[in-house]
């Protein structure tokens, strides 16, 4: 897909929680056709120690609104400074980067997404378009504590939610993989997105059952265009930068010791 270079306005910065902050923008022409797994690069403005921009995936596209969604984590100087940027000012974002999830073609699949942490992000942009095209996926959320959880409104509009948390204090106590979803549902196939322990549990349990399942990586990305090299993975095919050639592998692709 074509990559764009704009300067978009924000429409909208929501603070969800202490970590967490959601960031709607707007352009005033069409904003380019996007798909769910794929990612922008932000540029930050107004932060002495940040010099490269920040790769965050895009998490929703409401194209009545001409808006694209990004839940940024602030975690860092980079991801801080962004989560302060004003409705009316203007970020510049690469976009669209990356490949995208691939989408089921028999319409009788019982789909599960599984997101964790800030991972949730591109999981609301594919239950999205999967509820589009006639499907009811379910999603399994996982987070440290109920605070950590966040757009569960959002995500309840797409599909059937089921949520995790590891004090207990939403949801079933515990990991996503260890949820009483799992065994009740003959799932056809699984998409995840979170922190790599997460995913490599869930890749783990799609192997044991034949479940088809696709991750999407969080390698760290410094130019988002396979010039740097450093979000390179080992896959059964040779090194690949996840900018480009991912970031959404199939599990059969990563050489994972799972």
Known sequence: ?????????VSENIRLNDTNVLLKMTSSAPLPEMKPGQFAELRVDGSPTTFLRRPISINFVDKAANEVWFLVQTIGDGTKQLAKTAKGNIINVVLPLGNSFSLPVNQSDKLLLIGGGVGIAPMLFLGAELKSMGYNPTFLLGARKAKDLVMLDQFSQYGDVYTTTEDGTHGEQGYVTHHSILPAVKFDRIYTCGPKPMMMAVAKYAKIHNITCEV???????????????????????????????????????????
């Open 1 to 9: 897909m074509k990559k764009f270079i704009l300067d978009l306005v």
């Open 216 to 258: 999407s990586l969080e390698n760290k990305m410094a130019c988002g265009v396979g010039a740097c090299l450093c979000c390179v993975e080992n896959t059964v095919e040779g090194h690949k930068c996840v900018c480009t050639e991912g970031p959404v592998f199939n599990i059969n692709e990563l050489l994972w010791q799972i």
